[in-house]
Structures are given as C-alpha cells and as structure tokens.
C-alpha cells in the first residue's frame, strides 16, 4: 500500500497598515506672535501675506480644527486691534471676508484704515471667509491673511505706516456664540510704503515747483562811501517731500546753472540784450535741510549730502495732485548777487537758470 502525501504550501502575507495620526494640540501651541516687515510703493503695490499656516489636528475636547476652528475681533467697531465679528458662530455662510485695521505713520501721527483679507481652506474646500464662522470639515484648516493690493493703493502718502492686529481664536461645535481658547494672534506689521512719483521740490511763495525770481537791486556800500556799488539778496522758501513722510535718513542735493563761472564757481547771469557784456556773478548759501546749523555755499555741480533727516523739522503743507497735507523739510537758500559797478555794467535783462537736483535716500 502506498500512501501519498500530498503537501500544502500556504504562504502568508501580512499588511501592516500604519494609522495616520492628527495630533491633539495644547491651545498655548495655537498662539501666534509674528512681525510682517514689507517695503513697496503706492503707485505699484502687490499683495502683502500677513499669515498663511495650515493645522492639522484637534482640539483638546477632540473636535477637529477643520470642523470647529474661528477666528474673531477683539471689536466690532474699533479698528485699533482690527474690526470685524467678535464672536465665532457656527457655519461657514457666518464668515466674512475682511478686516478694518487702523494703521499710523510714524513720523506725522496720521492714520489710515485699511482693509485686510482672508481665505480659509478645509478638506471641504476654500472659503472667502476667514472670520467670524467656521467650516464644519474634519481635522485639517489653512489660512491666509494679507492685504491686497487695492488696499496698498489707498494709503494717502508714503511713509512708515505701522499697525497691531489682534486675533481670538475660537471653537464652535454648532452653537450660538464661539468659545474662546485662550489662544491669540498677534501680528506687528510695519509697511514702508514709498510714493516715488510724488517726490518734489516745492515752493511755497510760488505754489509750484517752479519761479521766476526777481532780484531788485539796492546799494550795497554806503558805509564804504562806494555809492556806485550795488547787490541784491533774496531768501527762497523751499521744501523738500522725498515721498515718505520725511523719514529719509539723508537727503543729496545738486546745484547746476546754465551759466557758470568754471574760475570761481560762481553763478551767472547773461544779459539777454548783450549777450557779449560782462555777466552778474551770484552765489547760493543754505544751512542743512531742517536744522538751524552753520550756512554753506553751494557751488554748482557738487552734491552736497545732508544726514539726519528722519529727526530734523518738517512741514505740512498741500501739494498738487495729493489727497492729504504731507510733511517735507524745510530748506531755505539764500540767492546773493555780489557786488558790482552800475555804472559800468551794460543796461539790459539779466536772466539765468538755477536747477535743483533732490535725491532722497531711505538708507
């Protein structure tokens, strides 16, 4: 008799299936404090991202960020902290899009309300919204604050413009009001904002940035018994806007003329009717922009550099073409004609052209 075998090969294979984990956050984790430090110019402005974090995970009661998570104002009204609903409730319909935040420029103390935006992102899908509801979705949440360009585009001037927005994160399992957890967020933003179009050398005596200026002459030696000598000398009321509000750290200003003496760097004017007759020479003093220091002849083509500007004295004053009163340094300069003979000089129109060139310098 024989007896078979019949042998069985099993082979078994095991599937290990690693659970995917969403981790249970303390609320003092929610917590954020950053600082947005951003520079741009209001004639080309892009979007600024204040905030844009994703969680996921849950609550300490077990409730799922995506599902139960708000955000909310500390007022409804006020813009200090950022306006908008103080309180979460549930659903995402509950949601708004915007956020009024106060900001103030630094140097001159003016204020701005601006708009900031939002979206939120759950497993369910994107939401304008970004405060004052809640999504109802699951564990996973991504958010993104920012202000949008049309907003950059309404600060009225250039400047340092600073603002502390104020968040209260919340929890909504489909209730009347939000809870608070006790978790904040709290962004310092600091925009340096430009206006680079607006940079101007301004005149107040002519409303412009442009003068024709008169030099009526007068003796100059009476004392000296030389009664044939005569001068002229005229101040020039100037103001310089750099488009910032003043905080520049220096300013660079260039003298040039049409007519110029290359021996003694003096400015000159041409008599119009004689062009071949001796000239009059004139020279330009001014002391540094703002500040009350020592007066310094300027001659042409030498770029003078003045430090210092963010802490010296401004103006405000209404320019053309701008919503507001801005702050410029005041720098006034001294047009003196030297000295010379009546008697001898050709009668005539004396005329020149003095340009100033104005550099502002944020660094």
Known sequence: MYIYLKYIQLGLLFYIIAPAYCFSYDLNELNINESINENYDISTPHDITILKKQWNGYFPDGHGFG??????????????????????KWGSSEAKDSILLRFTENRTGLQH???????VTTACGQYDGFVGGTYGCNDFIRYTIYLPESSLKEFPVGGVWTAHLKLNVEMNDNAPTGNPTG???NFDI??????????KIWLPQFHGSTANVVMPVMPA???FNKPGQVSAEKVIETCLYDGYSSNSKSFEVTLNSNYIDPTTQDFLLQNLSAPTSKPLHYQVIASPPGQAGTMQRLNPGVTQTYVGINMAGIHQVMMPGLQTPVACVPWPIRIKLLPFDLSRQAAGHYSGTLSIIFTPSLD
């Open 67 to 88: 599902y139960s998570m708000g955000l909310a104002c500390l007022s409804e009204d006020t813009p200090e902290t950022g306006a908008c609903a103080s309180t979460v």
């Open 113 to 119: 309300v601006a708009i900031v935006k939002g979206a």
């Open 183 to 185: 978790a904040f967020w």
């Open 190 to 199: 600091v925009l340096h904002a430009t206006d680079n179009k607006n940079i």
């Open 221 to 223: 030696y009476w004392a």
